[in-house]
Nanobody, 115 residues
Framework: QAHLVESGGGLVQPGGSLSLSCAAS????????MGWYRQAPGKQRELVAF???????NYANSVKGRFTISRDNAENTVYLQMNSLKPEDTAVYYC?????????WGQGTQVTVSS
């Protein structure tokens, strides 16, 4: 079982940047497919970015060119670099780990983009 802890959220002005981190417990992090999801008030949770255990990435159309997902298997950590943030990026961001159909979630971190 993976225990995930997100950090790095906060308040930022439109056009600004934030970097999120998700630290995972356990010794098999390198086998997990990892993702960042977000959920805005009144909306469904949506996939923002995905990185496979082999390093392949995929992004929601709304964040392509602005967000970058990466992972450091030695540090058991996945990152989400968010640039050119927009008010519509405001949401709780969740880290997800998937392995053979089993999914694990972090507690979420709030990102607020506002002037």
């Amino acid at each position: 079982q993976a225990h995930l802890v997100e950090s790095g959220g906060g308040l930022v002005q439109p056009g600004g940047s934030l970097s999120l981190s998700c630290a995972a417990s356990g010794s098999i992090f390198r086998f997990y497919n990892m993702g960042w999801y977000r959920q805005a008030p009144g909306k469904q949770r949506e996939l923002v970015a995905f990185i496979s255990n082999g390093g392949s990435t995929n992004y929601a159309n709304s964040v392509k060119g602005r967000f970058t997902i990466s992972r450091d298997n030695a540090e058991n950590t996945v990152y989400l670099q968010m640039n050119s943030l927009k008010p519509e990026d405001t949401a709780v961001y969740y880290c997800n780990a998937e392995l053979r159909g089993y999914q694990f979630w972090g507690q979420g971190t709030q990102v607020t983009v506002s002037s």
